[in-house]
């Protein structure tokens, strides 16, 4: 029953997302919504202004600037993050091994 | 119909990858599927806004005095956001594993339905 | 990942590809601001070293960082990118803004060194974090 009704929900994501395509920015027109606001001053500027001519690097490390300084933050916490998961601490470990070797003694 | 057809394909086609998300985090069992799946829908979302970027007869969104006018130069701000949560997905999916890892190595399984049977005993 | 897994062929290839690695990967990151590239592709190549020389040559690898000195790496990274951002604010300007650094050239070179020295952080913090989490995940189980 459950897995009828987890197709039903996965069909009708599907479909919604078929029937609303219509409604996103037109491909590869160049007076689309994603190509006309914000885009064309960085095109047109970012060699005076940044001394870049790749516009890639100039937005990412110039004009935005401060999000990449956060997401360098992010990148940095998932690798304690990760390091700190699977850490080995040794002490504890040592200490669990004298214990299993005193229980062992003990048996 | 045909103009309409080959307006949208590229977005059905994103969409039908996108989908294979969900459906392998509802119906897979085990969790390293599950992940698997949602790297999927990761790549699908990325490819969608990097199709946002394209233009007709747009070049590579580098200065070159060869090229001149705004609609040569494909969109740059897709790119540049789609680069860093490339790399951001790469490190959320060391957590990631990293917690897979933690998970195998206490229950000695990822299989979900025996994962919960370990667990209630 | 252990334990030693290279054949001739593959230790000799191992060696003879590395330091192309090693150069592509710098070219790519000085060479961001006018070509394809920059900070994140140059750090994910220079990660690949590592992982390689890990993958081949076992865990008593030639070119080997452990774990916690990749993450202190990563940090040095982010700390580079943060004191670039604090350079510019005591010489006068705004956060990150690149203008304001103190060198004798014009407006959009001061840009184009800006731009330098926060990739070369986020190469470094990219990179440690590569070989942080590969290493992490690869760690033999002391039982």
């Known amino acids: 029953m459950m897995r009828i009704v987890s197709y039903l929900v996965l069909l009708l994501m599907t479909g919604v997302m078929f029937i609303t395509t219509s409604g996103l920015p037109e491909l590869y027109n160049a007076k689309s919504a994603p190509a006309t606001h914000v885009s064309p001053h960085y095109i047109e500027n970012s060699k005076e202004e940044t001394g870049s001519p790749n516009f890639v690097t100039a937005v990412l490390a110039d004009y935005r600037g401060y999000d990449t300084l956060g997401e360098t933050t992010v990148i940095f916490t998932a690798g304690i993050a990760t390091v700190l998961l699977l850490r080995t601490s040794k002490g504890k470990e040592e200490k669990d091994s004298k214990k299993a070797c005193l229980e062992e003694g003990k048996e | 119909m045909k103009e309409y057809f080959t307006r949208y394909i590229i977005y059905w086609l994103i969409f039908v990858l996108f989908m294979i998300g969900p459906?392998?985090?509802i119906f897979k069992k085990n969790l390293l599927k599950k992940l698997m799946a949602m790297n999927?829908?990761?790549?699908?979302?990325?490819?969608?806004?990097l199709v946002l970027g394209l233009k007709t007869n747009g070049s590579i969104p580098i200065l070159d005095s060869g090229i001149i006018g705004i609609d040569n130069y494909i969109n740059p701000i897709p790119h540049a956001l789609m680069l860093t949560a490339i790399v951001?997905?790469?490190a959320t999916t060391g957590v990631s594993l990293a917690l897979l890892l933690l998970i195998q190595r206490r229950y000695g399984a990822l299989e979900e339905d025996e994962l919960l049977r370990r667990m209630n005993k | 990942m252990n334990k030693r897994f290279g054949t001739i062929v593959l230790d000799t290839s191992f060696r003879f590809i590395i330091p192309f690695i090693m150069v592509y990967s710098v070219y790519v990151l000085i060479h961001g601001e006018d070509s394809p590239g920059g900070g994140f592709q140059a750090g994910a190549l220079f990660g690949i070293v590592f992982v390689l020389s890990r993958l081949v040559q076992g865990e008593d690898c030639a070119l080997k960082i452990s774990g916690t000195k990749a993450i202190m790496l990563?940090?040095?990274?982010?700390?580079i990118y943060g004191f670039v951002g604090v350079l510019t604010l005591i010489f006068g300007g705004n956060f990150l803004?690149?203008?304001?650094?103190?060198?004798?050239?014009?407006?959009?070179?001061?840009?184009?060194m800006g731009i330098l020295g926060i990739e070369i952080g986020v190469t470094l913090c990219v990179m440690a974090t590569i070989i942080a989490i590969f290493d992490a995940l690869t760690r033999r189980e002391e039982m």
Request: glycine share 10%.
């Open chain 2, 23 to 25: 459906y392998g985090m």
């Open chain 2, 40 to 49: 999927i829908m990761q790549v699908a979302v990325i490819l969608f806004f």
């Open chain 2, 88 to 90: 951001v997905s790469l």
């Open chain 3, 74 to 79: 990563a940090g040095v990274g982010t700390a």
């Open chain 3, 97 to 112: 803004q690149y203008g304001a650094l103190p060198l004798n050239m014009h407006e959009p070179e001061r840009h184009a």
